[in-house]
């Protein structure tokens, strides 16, 4: 780029009118062009801060910087305590934390923060048995449905008709309700302490049906003595109960 004139000539002017009314000399003065320099601006919604690479950007503090014409800039995002990164928008684009850029241009990018989700926790546990007086024996089966729904069986006395009659219980939990009362299968029980009642494996359905083996008493009728029958029992709760979902 021209910087000056001397001689016959002054100024910065690229043009210099000379009048020869005598012998005149004239030199000019040229100098390399600063390189073109081409702004990144940045803008942040939510929580979290933008750097670039080569150094410039450090956004939230310093949200604009000029690179050379033709640069490569890589953006890289990272979200506060409590959010996420969600995105990018002008000229970034996708969801993946970083971005790189040719600055041939003036470019303008935005990132997206938004809250994350709370992190997963368990819930204080729950006493299921149906009375605290008396001891949980034999197996307990529990079954999660494809909706979310889940039941639990156990064995256990309840005092009626005697403290050494056990039965099998069974508990339902309702996704984003909470537990039912636990409730008695009918005609399962024994006194014998050896015997167990709950056998195989308990399952249940989407339409909120569970199935399982339960281990009946001998009947007095029966025409060779026996400890019990191994039977199937099935039990449907209406899908209503969990409309809420």
């Known amino acids: 780029m021209l910087t000056g004139w001397g001689g016959a000539c002054t100024g910065a002017g690229t043009t210099c009118t000379v009048t020869m009314n005598q012998a005149r000399s004239a030199s000019a003065t040229f100098a390399a062009a600063p390189p073109v320099q081409r702004t990144l601006s940045v803008s942040l919604s939510g929580s979290g801060v933008v750097r670039s690479q080569p150094v410039g950007i450090d956004c939230g503090s310093t949200c604009a910087a000029s690179f050379g014409d033709g640069a490569s800039v890589v953006l890289t995002a990272t979200a506060a305590a409590g959010q996420r990164f969600t995105g990018w928008n002008g000229a970034c684009s996708g969801s993946t934390a970083t971005c790189t850029l040719t600055m041939s241009a003036d470019r303008t990018v935005g990132a997206i ?35 979310g729904d889940a039941i639990v069986m156990w064995e256990q006395a309840d005092g009626t008709p005697t403290i050494d009659t056990r039965k099998v219980f069974s508990r339902r939990y309702v996704a984003d309700q909470g537990w039912d ?50 039977r199937s029992f099935r039990r449907r709760w209406p899908r209503a109960r969990s409309a809420a979902r």
């Open 113 to 147: 923060f938004a809250a994350a989700p709370a992190a997963p926790s368990w819930q204080t546990p729950l006493l299921l048995e149906t009375n605290n007086d008396y001891n949980v024996s034999g197996r307990v089966l529990t079954a999660i449905s494809p909706t």
């Open 181 to 230: 009362a636990a409730v008695a299968v009918p005609g399962v029980t024994t006194t014998s302490s050896s015997a167990a009642l709950l056998e195989g494996r308990l399952f249940m359905d989407a339409s909120g049906t569970a199935t399982g083996c339960a281990r009946t008493s001998r009947r007095a009728a029966s025409p060779r003595p026996r400890a019990g029958a191994t």
